[in-house]
T-cell receptor, first 114, second 109 residues
Framework: DAGVIQSPRHEVTEMGQEVTLRCKPISGHDYLFWYRQTMMRGLELLIYFNNNVPIDDSGMPEDRFSAKMPNASFSTLKIQPSEPRDSAVYFC????????????FGEGSRLTVL | SQQGEEDPQALSIQEGENATMNCSYKTSINNLQWYRQNSGRGLVHLILIRSNEREKHSGRLRVTLDTSKKSSSLLITASRAADTASYFCATDNTDKLIFGTGTRLQVFP
């Protein structure tokens, strides 16, 4: 299996622009998580899905952030409009069906908002 | 919000020495996991210990869990330069994993 695939790996954009980050989880995994990593705040859980349904979005910072999972093999995290404070590395992770278990992370999308 | 706090924030050792990292957390858990992150890469799962377990081994890794103190430790024995990375604990109590602040480990050859 290719693992969790994220795109783009790097994105540089200007303040006010829309940013869309994409994630393809590992086939057969029914949980999908979006995390954000910064030096100041560490790894923050933004939202997670189970069987394509959002379960907990309490970590989404504000209405400018939205996430969707239209099917089991694809998820997006959108920021509109983007701001410099959104600059971070955004990770997607998936987990196979089980009561508890390890997460498999993608390599991340590094976002810089100028 | 972060569940775990790790100690120390940074650790520098020589190859062959042991490295110990500690994690404290705040609420009840189903399990606690440790992950490793190389610079510029995603996190990789190392080991999982369930709330009813006290100690677990995997190769050169030894993890302990004390639920009464809400703490865990990760011991890496006979460290290698390739162990240089950041290490994170993560707690799982309601399907979601909340990560600690991490320990940056530097192993000098």
């Amino acid at each position: 299996d290719a693992g969790v695939i994220q795109s783009p790996r790097h994105e540089v954009t200007e303040m006010g622009q829309e940013v869309t980050l994409r994630c393809k989880p590992i086939s057969g995994h029914d949980y999908l998580f979006w995390y954000r990593q910064t030096m100041m705040r560490g790894l923050e859980l933004l939202i997670y899905f189970n069987n394509n349904v959002p379960i907990d979005d309490s970590g989404m910072p504000e209405d400018r952030f939205s996430a969707k999972m239209p099917n089991a093999s694809f998820s997006t995290l959108k920021i509109q409009p983007s701001e410099p404070r959104d600059s971070a590395v955004y990770f997607c992770a998936s987990r196979p069906p089980s009561a508890a278990g390890e997460l498999f992370f993608g390599e991340g999308s590094r976002l810089t908002v100028l | 919000s972060q569940q775990g706090e790790e100690d120390p924030q940074a650790l520098s050792i020589q190859e062959g020495e042991n490295a110990t990292m500690n994690c404290s957390y705040k609420t009840s858990i189903n399990n606690l996991q440790w992950y490793r992150q190389n610079s510029g890469r995603g996190l990789v799962h190392l080991i999982l210990i369930r709330s009813n377990e006290r100690e677990k081994h995997s190769g050169r890794l030894r993890v302990t869990l004390d639920t009464s103190k809400k703490s865990s430790s990760l011991l890496i024995t006979a460290s290698r330069a390739a162990d240089t990375a950041s290490y994170f604990c993560a707690t799982d109590n309601t399907d979601k994993l909340i990560f600690g602040t991490g320990t940056r480990l530097q192993v000098f050859p």
